[in-house]
């Protein structure tokens, strides 16, 4: 059965205490790994895409990896606006989207 | 460019009841997704429908059904509701269908069953 699974489930961190979060998924055939972010009160909002093992993305503190059993989502230096819900959802070959729970990330000033 | 549009954003019904939630999607978006969200399960995806069409549906009971108009908008409907249907109801919206790669995401409706 398809499975993506997130940890850890709640971070907490100083301001500028660099850290990952981790997106590990057992799913048949992967055509995409989605990673997006959710503040409270509203929808998620994209980030990334990875497709293939090796790959990876960045966009100002984040950094997003591949691997064919997981995925990083790392955050160096990060602000307290940084904070928010950081989800993952990989596609299977059926096309069918499965996410993970999510992990908090509380950066504190 | 505005953003993908929901309405209502709350609503409160009791069991038995069944509620109709619409998504606007971002103009020229064709797909539309729908998500069911709580705190013990997670996001879980509905269905999308891409022109007017379901392409793709979770694993829900016939309870849960949509729609979608011929510009892009989509209602999904609930029937005779459970306890265990109050979620939050999410629409995302993109450019072509099992395009999951940046899906834009409505701010939701706050289902509370009674």
């Known amino acids: 059965e398809d499975q993506v699974t997130q940890s850890p489930e709640a971070l907490r961190l100083q301001e500028g205490e660099s850290s990952s979060l981790n997106c590990s998924y057992t799913?048949?055939?992967?055509?995409?790994l989605f990673w997006y972010r959710q503040d409270p009160g509203k929808g998620p909002e994209f980030l990334f895409t990875?497709?293939?093992?090796?790959e990876e993305k960045e966009k100002e503190r984040l950094k997003a990896t591949l691997t064919k059993k997981e995925s990083f989502l790392h955050i160096t230096a990060p602000k307290p606006e940084d904070s928010a819900t950081y989800l993952c959802?990989?596609?299977?070959?059926?096309?069918?989207?499965?996410w993970g729970a999510g992990t908090k990330l509380i950066i504190k000033p | 460019k505005a953003g993908v549009t929901q309405t209502p954003r709350y609503l409160i019904k009791t069991r038995g009841q069944q509620v109709t939630l619409s998504c606007s999607p971002i103009?020229?978006?064709?797909?539309v997704s729908w998500y069911q969200q709580t705190p013990g399960q997670g996001l879980q995806f509905l269905f999308e429908?891409?022109?007017?069409?379901?392409?793709n549906k979770g694993n829900f009971p016939g309870r849960f059904s949509g729609r979608q108009f011929s510009n892009s908008r989509s209602e999904m409907n609930v029937s005779t509701l459970e306890l265990g249907d109050s979620a939050l109801y999410l629409c995302?919206?993109?450019?072509?269908?099992?395009?999951?790669?940046?899906?834009?995401f409505g701010p939701g409706t706050r289902l509370t069953v009674l």
């Open positions: 103009s020229g978006h064709r797909s």
């Open positions: 995302a919206s993109s450019l072509g269908h099992y395009s999951y790669n940046e899906q834009f």
């Open positions: 799913v048949s055939g992967l055509r995409g």
């Open positions: 429908y891409f022109s007017e069409t379901q392409r």
């Open positions: 959802a990989v596609q299977d070959s059926n096309y069918q989207l499965i």
């Open positions: 990875l497709y293939s093992a090796g």
